[in-house]
Structures are given as C-alpha cells and as structure tokens.
C-alpha cells in the first residue's frame, strides 16, 4: 500500500492559503547573445504564490548560509491561480510585503516525488 502524499500537498496549499500571504516569485531567464546589440536578452516571468515568511531563531544564524536579516520562506508549490509553480532557484526574487529579497538557498520537501512545498532562505 503506497501512501498519497498529494493529500498532503493539498493540506500545505490550503494552510498557506488561509495563513500566509500573497507573494510575488520573479525568475530571469538569459536568452541568446547578440551580436548586433553585444546584449543578452533576459526574459522575466512572474508567478503569484502563497507564502509564510518567518524570521530565523538565533541558534539558525551561522553568518554565512544564514544571516541577521535573512527570512525563511515556505512556499507552496502551486501558484494562486492554481498552475504548478515553477520551482524557484538561487538569484530569483521574491516580493513579500513590499520588500524584495533574493532567494539564497532553496529546500524542496517532496517524498517520492510529490512536491509538499519549498522552503527558502531570502535575503533583502
């Protein structure tokens, strides 16, 4: 018998949705290089997702991957619309509250497969 994690997934959204805040995930993708402009194109994408911020404990503040300052942020892996969220990866901002911070370390909790949320070190 396997366990249905989706369940899980589920509850994660459902809580984040009630408890957390809308935030704003912005990726920048390099395109080709070109010649004629001696530019790389850079394409933006947004999603709007829920999410909690939390302020880290003193004892979870090492003053390199963590430091004063830093959030951690739990995201769920589905946008407001209801799409999947495009996972995100270090450099990606995100706006919380009007600040925003750059994603410095991701955690993705996904047992066999299932993706439950992301959890996110940011820093403003």
Known sequence: M????????DTAAELLEEFGQS???TSKTSG???TA???TA???DTQTVNAVALDY???DIDGTLIRAGDKRLLMAPQ????????????DDTVTVGGTVYTVKGIKTLSP???VILFDCNIRS
């Open 23 to 25: 935030v704003t995930l």
């Open 57 to 59: 404990g003193s004892r």
């Open 79 to 90: 946008t407001t619309a209801g799409d999947d969220l495009t996972a995100p990866v270090v």
């Open 32 to 34: 080709a290089y070109s």
């Open 42 to 44: 850079v394409t933006t």
């Open 112 to 114: 066999a497969g299932t």
């Open 2 to 9: 396997t366990y249905d994690y989706q369940d899980d997934a």
């Open 37 to 39: 402009t001696g530019a």
